[in-house]
């Protein structure tokens, strides 16, 4: 079962930041936050991840708060093109077993609207 | 663009016919998976490689039947399939199973059955 916990569906004005929520508060010490969106006919696209430190590239901004139980990706000026379904996603600890699995929830569906 | 790459992209197959997708990256990544999405639904992670062996198996019929040839290339080979397996098949791939090394996905096959 998923880890996490997202709302289903946001909106967000064009040029406006996207501040998209994420619960795991069942998360291990040594596993990742992971996101990843999805635009409509297309695979999933990776964005970010990170452990306990907040973390930044070029498409957006991760804050994972100081217990890890929950983080916000940031998108910091939205454009339509944004629109799609993000997925929060903690990965499963270990390259053994189970390990190194990525255990999709239901994500949130972002509406990027002019 | 993605550099996973997934042929055919389309694919209308009937129950008794024998198919294969196909999966193809070069970017040195030795873990491949396997990943079905229905419509409306994330991913489900069916089938992981590493180093082209077989490591997880996430309980899939056995008419669907993976095969890793080589470290670049990761086939699924189906049989007699139903109606409801008609779905969008993903692969990805990364450096390895760890889990700070994100996965890579393609645009996937979207399979119809009749």
């Known amino acids: 079962d998923a880890k996490t916990t997202q709302p289903p569906s946001m909106d967000c004005a064009e040029g406006r930041a996207a501040n998209l929520p994420c619960n795991h508060s069942?998360?291990?010490?040594?596993?990742?936050v992971y996101w990843y969106r999805q635009i409509h006919s297309q695979g999933p696209q990776y964005i970010i991840h990170?452990?306990?430190n907040n973390e930044t590239n070029e498409m957006a901004s991760l804050i994972i708060t100081e217990d890890r139980k929950s983080s916000t990706l940031i998108l910091p000026h939205a454009t339509l093109r944004d629109t799609a379904v993000y997925y929060c996603i903690v990965r499963v600890g270990g390259i053994y077993n189970q390990g190194g699995k990525l255990i999709f929830g239901q994500g949130t569906e972002l509406s990027v609207k002019p | 663009d993605t550099e996973v790459t997934q042929t055919p992209k389309h694919l209308v197959m009937g129950m008794t016919n024998k198919k294969s997708l196909k999966c193809e990256q070069h970017m040195g990544h030795r873990a491949m998976y396997w990943y079905k999405q229905k419509a409306k639904k994330p991913p489900e992670l069916m089938f992981v490689?590493?180093?082209?062996?077989?490591?997880i198996n996430e309980s899939v019929p056995s008419r669907f039947s993976p095969e890793c040839p080589n470290s670049s290339l990761l086939n699924l080979h189906l049989h007699a399939l139903q109606p409801e397996d008609s779905a969008l098949y993903l692969c990805?791939?990364?450096?390895?199973?760890?889990?700070?090394?994100?996965?890579?996905f393609g645009d996937g096959t979207r399979l119809s059955i009749l």
């Open positions: 990805a791939s990364s450096q390895d199973r760890q889990k700070d090394q994100p996965q890579h």
């Open positions: 990170g452990l306990k």
């Open positions: 490689y590493s180093y082209e062996k077989l490591s």
């Open positions: 069942t998360i291990s010490g040594n596993e990742y």
